[in-house]
Structure formats: structure tokens, C-alpha cells
């Protein structure tokens, strides 16, 4: 994420606009520069980056230590525990410390907090990963986000990432963390994992706990209805989301021409799921990169009814004002004042 620099932003001049416009935050650093500005809340935490930022292990190797054949790493992660007597509470305790700085940047507004979200070659990388990932072929449409969180080879870590959120919203008082379930591909997938939340001491709607999923492949807008009934709101991933409608890995320097979210297919998902999120009666916002790469994709989705955008730091501002051109365009026209 590129450094923001507020201190030269004439923070008086951004406009005050009614849809909302959020950050997109990766680490308490960029939380902590940006908490100046005039933002809606958080719209995505991407919890994976603090952890691999701040914690380094992979969550796995903490609850099973004897499994991790690398004796370096081995040694590396009980150094890093070392004064812990349960090596889980390393985790916990970092996590929650290092998520409690970013949702301090916006509280009493809303913290998207969403949990780890890596591939499975990037979760290898943690210290001790490599004993618990498998090797796959595709990681970016395999073993990732709630496939993950259910599945035997993940699901102790992820009852840590549970464990950090209930202590960040109980223990240190952050009731304004939201949580977001990403790569969510079916309906019955996303039972499970609000199963193995609760069963983590995360049951959606108890102390006013918000689950919401990312809406970013093509099945989650084909069956909004059936994720809306299970989710509190939608969080479109405008990235994943091209990638999976137009066919092309998002990665791709051959087929980067290709790759673009103002494709008519990709467009005609964006549109259809807002106006059934709206039929439905749930808030639908969207946190991919498009509006940050391109400030005027904003005036598009404040036309198309979006209720929120969370967009970079560093694009705030221009983000701020195509979304008030396009709201003043849409007041004359409809003559609303
Ligand atoms: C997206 O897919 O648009 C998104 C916001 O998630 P990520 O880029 O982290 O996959
Ligand atoms: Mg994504």
C-alpha cells in the first residue's frame, strides 16, 4: 500500500458526500497516518498482512509445534513464543493487540475486519507453514477463504483468528468490528463456516456481531438471495470477481489488457447484486481496487445505488469527489436537493 501523506491534503476541502467511502487497511501503520481523514469506517482489514507482518508464524504451528520438521524454523518459532505458556496465546494476544491499533484508528465507525485471506504457496511462508499446506497448482482458486476455515487442515488455525476477534471485541471493547468471511463459493459452505465460528465463540448476532461475505465469485451474485439470508451484508471483490467472470488470473502480465472492470459482464454482477442486496434489504459495498486505481469507477457505482466504497488512503480524496459529482449529477437530475 503506497504512503499516504495527509499532512498536505486540505482535509477542509474533501466533500461531504452520502454514500459512504471507507479505507482499505493492511497494518496498524497505515490506520494510524490516515485516521485524520474523513472516512465512513474501515471497508476491508485484511487480516493476513498482520499476520504475516506481525505474528510471522503460521497459525497451525503454534497448536501443533511437534509436527514442524524445519529445525531452524522450530527453533525460530519457540524464540518468537518463548515466555508464552501456551503458544496459542502468542497469537491471540499479538493479533488482537496489533487489530485493536487499527480498529482504535475508526471507532467508534466500522472496522471490516476480514479474516486471513492468503493462497496456499503464501500461507507455506509463514514460519512452519510448509508442514501443513498442501502444493497445489492453482492456489488462487484453491484452497482459500472459507473452504479453508472448515476444512481439518486449517480449521484449529482459524479457531485462533476467532479466538483474537472475540478477545478484540470482548476484552478490549472494539464493538465496532464487523467480520467478513472472503471467497465464500457456496451457500453450504458458508453454513459451515458460521458453524465452526460459533463453536469459536463467534455466533453471528450475539453481542451484535455482523458477519458479511465478499461477494467475488460469479456463484455468490448468481446466488445472492441464498448468501443474503446467511450474511449481514455484501463487500464486493471487484479483483477476484473480474477475474473469475472474464476467465483471466489476475496476476498476468500476458493478459493484463484483459483484465478490466468496466467489462460489460463484470459490470452487469456489480449492478445485479446491488439492486437485489437493496430488494433484500442488506447493505452492499464494494473493496476491490478498481475505485482506487480509477477515482471516476466511483461515480459509476454511486449511480448503479452502492452504499459504500472503501477505497486506498492514498486515493480518499479524488475518490471523495467523483462520488459528490456523481451524487450532485444524480440530485439535479432526479431534482432532489
Ligand atoms: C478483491 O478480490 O477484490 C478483494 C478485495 O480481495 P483481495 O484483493 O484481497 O483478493
Ligand atoms: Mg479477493
Known amino acids: 500500500q503506497s504512503k499516504i501523506q495527509i499532512d498536505h491534503l486540505a482535509l477542509d476541502e474533501i466533500p461531504i458526500t452520502r454514500t459512504k467511502v471507507m479505507l482499505n487497511i493492511a497494518n496498524p501503520a497505515s490506520a494510524l497516518r490516515s485516521w485524520r481523514l ?12 498482520v499476520i504475516s507482518n506481525t505474528i510471522k508464524v503460521h497459525p497451525m504451528a503454534l497448536v501443533h509445534l511437534d509436527r514442524v520438521t524445519d529445525k ?7 524464540q518468537l513464543t518463548r515466555g508464552y505458556a501456551d503458544r496459542t496465546e502468542y497469537f491471540v494476544e499479538r493479533l488482537s493487540a496489533a487489530l485493536g491499533r487499527i480498529a482504535a484508528s475508526c471507532y467508534p465507525k466500522p472496522m471490516i475486519l476480514r479474516f486471513s485471506d492468503f493462497k496456499t504457496n503464501e500461507y507455506a511462508d509463514l514460519l512452519g507453514g510448509r508442514d501443513f499446506e498442501p502444493h497445489e497448482e492453482n492456489p488462487m482458486i ?29 476484552k478490549l471493547g472494539f464493538s465496532n468490528v464487523i467480520v467478513m468471511v472472503p471467497f465464500c463459493r457456496t451457500p453450504e459452505e458458508a453454513d459451515q463456516v458460521l458453524t465452526v465460528m460459533a463453536l469459536n465463540g463467534l455466533q453471528r448476532g450475539q453481542g451484535g456481531l455482523k458477519v458479511y461475505v465478499m ?61 437485489r442486496a437493496h430488494e433484500l434489504k442488506i447493505p452492499v459495498g464494494l473493496c476491490g481496487e478498481a475505485p482506487s486505481s480509477q477515482p471516476d469507477f466511483a461515480g459509476l457505482l454511486v ?22 459529482n456523481a451524487e450532485h449529477h444524480f440530485d439535479n437530475f432526479v431534482g432532489v436537493r
Open 72 to 78: 531452524e524454523q522450530r527453533r525460530q518459532i519457540e
Open 215 to 275: 461477494c467475488e465469485i460469479p456463484s455468490n451474485v448468481i446466488l445472492a438471495e441464498e448468501f443474503a439470508k446467511r450474511f449481514d451484508g455484501f463487500s464486493i471483490g471487484s479483483n477476484d470477481l473480474t477475474q473469475l467472470t472474464l476467465g483471466v488470473d489476475r496476476d498476468s502480465d500476458e493478459l493484463a489488457p484483459l483484465f478490466s472492470e468496466r467489462s460489460p459482464a463484470v459490470i452487469s454482477l456489480i449492478k445485479d447484486v446491488i439492486r
Open 303 to 324: 449511480r448503479a445505488g452502492i452504499d459504500s466504497i472503501s477505497v486506498s488512503p492514498s486515493s480518499f480524496a479524488a475518490v471523495k469527489r467523483n462520488v459528490r
Open 38 to 49: 474523513p472516512a465512513d469506517g474501515i471497508g476491508l482489514a485484511r487480516m493476513e498482512f
Open 142 to 170: 484453491g484452497l482459500r477463504g472459507a473452504s479453508r476455515y472448515y476444512s481439518p487442515r486449517y480449521r484449529d488455525g482459524f479457531a485462533l483468528e476467532c479466538r483474537a476477534i472475540k478477545q478484540l471485541r470482548e
